[in-house]
């Protein structure tokens, strides 16, 4: 007989305020696909691979819900500046720093904003809002494909390297230099 996995996350629900709009989002900026839904109701999107398996599953909230309230952060210092208890973030690993920076390329696109940016212990985040405000961290760890080329577009807030094993990421400057390394490379 064969060992019995580990427990693991299989998606993470949301309630939306406005389900059609949450789902262009997911779709347009993670890349995610549609799978089984509701229309009108719900929608479960998965990234693909295993069958029946979705990662985010989105629900159309009923009127009477309270708004969401989005939290806010000091992008220098990290500090917490606005939120609540509860939910705080899902973590998307994109695999590479490219897939994360042309995920947060799409996302500004679609006006998205931004919430923080995290060179983390054993990777980094982009922080931005869905369409609810709920925060989704674009990921790519250290030992990603492409982590040597990442840390030359890193670019850190002064001040903050080495605080709590990481620094507060300019994402905006970190995004530019990254886009413009990739016009550089297209003119070739
Ligand atoms: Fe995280």
Known sequence: MTE???PRIVHVGFYC?????SVAWYKDVLGMEEQFGM???????????EK?????????????????????????TLTPTKGRVGFYHVAIDFQSFEAAMQAYGRALARNTLL??????????????????????ELFSFN????????RKFLVAYPGSEGRGGGFSMDVAATYEKWRASRKELAEV
């Open 39 to 49: 229309p009108g109701r719900a929608q479960a999107l998965g990234f693909g691979g």
């Open 4 to 6: 019995p996995g580990r």
């Open 17 to 21: 305020k406005d389900l059609k709009a």
């Open 143 to 150: 030992d990603c494909v492409d982590d040597a080329e990442a």
């Open 52 to 76: 029946d398996d979705h990662d985010i599953f989105l629900v159309q909230a009923p009127d009477h819900y309270a708004e969401p309230t989005p939290m806010h952060f000091d992008y220098e």
């Open 115 to 136: 919430a923080k940016g995290v060179q983390h212990g054993d990777g980094r985040g982009v922080y931005v809002r869905d369409p609810d405000g709920n925060l989704v």
